[in-house]
């Protein structure tokens, strides 16, 4: 909030106006997402998502601040701007905000979006140069129907810095030219800069999992840097070639890296606490990929998908190991949240699935929202390879189910490094 306010404010005073976020939180606290979000055209087109405020349950999984400004001195609707900050691990930005290449961003240069029955909208997508560590900008163009003339362009400019991402939006008159385009976005991009000269510089020392390499690696490290046995991103990426979830929907790889040395790994997490930046910060060299299996309309559960292959073939239980037998015995489990505070699992189960390998867990839990979701976590590992998915369910019935669909998930993966 300090950062938006000190933002938005610092070219003319008392421009700007930020929430207060804890009000925010609690009245987004449960709201689920939209269940019409706009379906995307090609598909892959998808990860292009800016934000500029937030708007359901899912924000609060990251800390957050929103604010509106006005561009010119005046609360008109022209020159009214909103400005959404994110935080969270920089993996977790990553995959949330920027999982795309450079060549997918070539591609998407123009794709249409539709929401329900409305007519499409089209969507052109702009590079913006030296702006943060990545980022774009969109043009929202609604069609018009019916006699009623198209309503005003929306602009959108999202970027990256360190564990941060920023979304900002503003009105453009329809039809814009390229060349007016480009000038509205000017003071968008004038804002980023302000931001970007508040924001802090990412620490030395900061954890593995905010430092993480975004997307595929275009190059792998030497071979003497990583021990034989073990994958790189890209070799893991390529495990996931032709997986498919329990509805066949195929894996999409989302980013991968390798995880980099960084604050030392302090001493041994205390039972029943999931802390995931400890977890990776003892997975120091250890190469990843993220992925996602999207759901199946009329459902709209999707998988998350970690692969983790560790730096050599453990000679002692890897931390793996010990977060396994966590989650395949405690009742009460306390879940730490980036950026400190913590939250905990309630109605815990440990579900009975089939998943070989060395060590493995199966958990189902609520979180202490009221939302009565169901939080459904299936791991497992097999000589140096772990893998990990999620999926989110209501029904109380079907928990074991989904379990069961995560495990088969899992099993697929195993079956292609052999015993």
Not at 174 to 192: K, N, Q
Not at 216 to 225: F, Q
Not at 263 to 278: K, L, N, Q, T
Not at 340 to 356: D, F, Y
Request: glycine letters at 10%.
């Amino acid at each position: 909030m300090a950062l938006l306010e000190r933002g938005i404010n610092s070219g003319q005073e008392g421009i700007g106006r930020v929430s207060q976020s804890s009000e925010l939180r609690q009245r987004l606290q449960g709201r689920t997402e939209p269940a019409d979000k706009p379906a995307v055209q090609p598909d892959e087109c998808g990860v292009f998502r800016p934000r500029s405020s937030p708007t359901s349950g899912a924000d609060v999984a990251m800390h957050f601040a929103a604010g509106v400004f006005t561009l010119t001195g005046a609360w008109s609707r022209e020159a009214l701007a909103f400005v959404l900050a994110r935080s969270a691990p920089r993996n977790d930005v990553i995959a949330a905000d920027f999982a795309y290449t450079d060549e997918l961003a070539r591609r998407c240069s123009t794709f249409r979006q539709a929401s329900g029955n409305e007519p499409s909208t089209t969507v052109r997508l702009l590079n913006v140069a030296g702006v943060g560590e990545k980022a774009y900008a969109t043009v929202l163009s609604a069609p018009a129907s019916a006699g009623i003339p198209p309503g005003g362009d929306t602009l959108t400019l999202q970027f990256l810095r360190g564990t941060l991402s920023v979304g900002l939006s503003r009105q453009a008159p329809a039809g814009s030219s390229d060349a007016e385009i480009r000038t509205a976005l000017e003071p968008l991009v004038r804002v980023a800069h302000q931001l970007l000269g508040q924001a802090p510089a990412a620490p030395s020392g900061a954890a593995p999992s905010d430092t993480a390499q975004p997307a595929a690696p275009t190059a792998d490290p030497p071979a003497t840097s990583r021990a034989p046995e073990q994958r790189t991103p890209q070799q893991l990426a390529r495990l996931l070639q032709g997986i498919t979830g329990p509805k066949g929907s195929p894996a999409q790889v989302l980013e991968g890296g390798y995880v980099r040395p960084g604050r030392a790994a302090g001493p041994a997490a205390p039972r029943c606490v999931y802390d995931d930046a400890a977890f990776l910060a003892s997975l120091a060299g250890a190469a990843t990929v993220v992925a996602e299996i999207a759901g199946v309309p009329p459902e709209t559960n999707q998988i998350s998908l970690r692969l983790i292959s560790l730096p050599s073939a453990p000679a002692s239980p890897p931390s793996f190991d010990a977060r396994a037998a966590d989650l395949s015995r405690c009742s009460s489990i306390r879940e730490k949240l980036p950026g400190g505070g913590s939250r905990t699992w309630s109605a815990v189960k440990h579900l009975v699935v089939s998943t070989g390998g060395q060590a493995r867990y199966a958990v189902a839990y609520q979180l202490p929202d009221g939302s009565g979701v169901w939080h459904v976590r299936v791991g497992a590992r097999k000589g140096s390879l772990c893998a990990e998915t999620e999926t989110k369910i209501s029904s109380d019935d079907a928990v074991l189910q989904a379990a069961r669909g995560l495990a088969a998930t899992i099993n697929k993966v195993m079956a292609r490094v052999g015993s």
